[in-house]
């Protein structure tokens, strides 16, 4: 079963993987990592077997990440500060952020995408009745065709909170509309 969601385990640990699929190893699973990371355009600092490091500089916000493998989960410590600014006096004052939340929401997504290909890939070379492969296929949900008024609200609704790019609303709305 492929579960993800944003609980936080202790003090700064926090989960983007709730249960690895069983047939993951950790060096796959930090591949995974790595690989949204750099999509995403974070800098990997660090990548040994048994974490991953990066950092990113975008807007007003510099963040670091560090990856690792907890147990059958997938967590993250993370580190966010905003670039100074000016007070009136003319004086640089630090200022503190968090990581923006749709920036882990998207690395989420694409680690689960990658994890979900791996393991229909591994499917397609084992016998139809593996576990984990049924559980991640049927964490997908299943529309039906009258439901697309209802995709496409939500879809906006996704894309107006900043949870999706404008590319990614762009491709999943003509995908809903190829359907009619």
């Given at each position: 079963?492929?579960?993800?969601?944003?609980?936080?385990?202790?003090?700064?640990?926090?989960?983007?993987?709730?249960?690895?699929?069983?047939?993951?190893?950790?060096?796959?699973?930090?591949?995974?990592?790595?690989?949204?990371?750099?999509?995403?355009?974070?800098?990997?600092?660090?990548?040994?077997?048994?974490?991953?490091?990066?950092?990113?500089?975008?807007?007003?916000?510099?963040?670091?990440?560090?990856?690792?493998?907890?147990?059958?989960?997938?967590?993250?410590?993370?580190?966010?500060?905003?670039?100074?600014?000016?007070?009136?006096?003319?004086?640089?004052?630090?200022?503190?952020?968090?990581?923006?939340?749709?920036?882990?929401?998207?690395?989420?997504?694409?680690?689960?995408?990658?994890?979900?290909?791996?393991?229909?890939?591994?499917?397609?070379s084992?016998?139809?009745?593996t576990?984990?492969?049924a559980?991640?296929?049927?964490?997908?949900?299943?529309?039906?065709?009258?439901?697309?008024?209802?995709?496409?609200?939500?879809?906006?609704?996704?894309?107006?909170?900043?949870?999706?790019?404008?590319?990614?609303?762009?491709?999943?709305?003509?995908?809903?509309?190829?359907?009619?």
């Amino acid at each position: 079963m492929l579960t993800c969601f944003a609980a936080t385990v202790g003090a700064e640990e926090k989960v983007l993987i709730e249960i690895l699929p069983t047939n993951i190893d950790t060096t796959t699973a930090l591949n995974f990592a790595r690989e949204a990371l750099e999509y995403r355009q974070w800098t990997i600092v660090k990548q040994d077997a048994e974490s991953v490091h990066a950092k990113i500089s975008r807007n007003l916000v510099d963040a670091k990440i560090h990856i690792y493998q907890n147990g059958n989960k997938l967590v993250y410590e993370d580190s966010a500060r905003g670039r100074p600014k000016i007070d009136h006096t003319g004086r640089a004052v630090p200022s503190t952020t968090e990581t923006p939340s749709r920036w882990i929401y998207y690395l989420r997504s694409d680690i689960t995408e990658k994890l979900q290909a791996y393991v229909a890939e591994a499917a397609g070379s084992a016998p139809a009745a593996t576990p984990p492969t049924a559980t991640v296929a049927s964490s997908k949900p299943a529309h039906p065709r009258g439901n697309r008024v209802q995709r496409m609200k939500e879809l906006k609704e996704m894309y107006d909170g900043g949870l999706i790019s404008a590319d990614e609303y762009a491709r999943k709305r003509a995908q809903i509309l190829d359907e009619l």
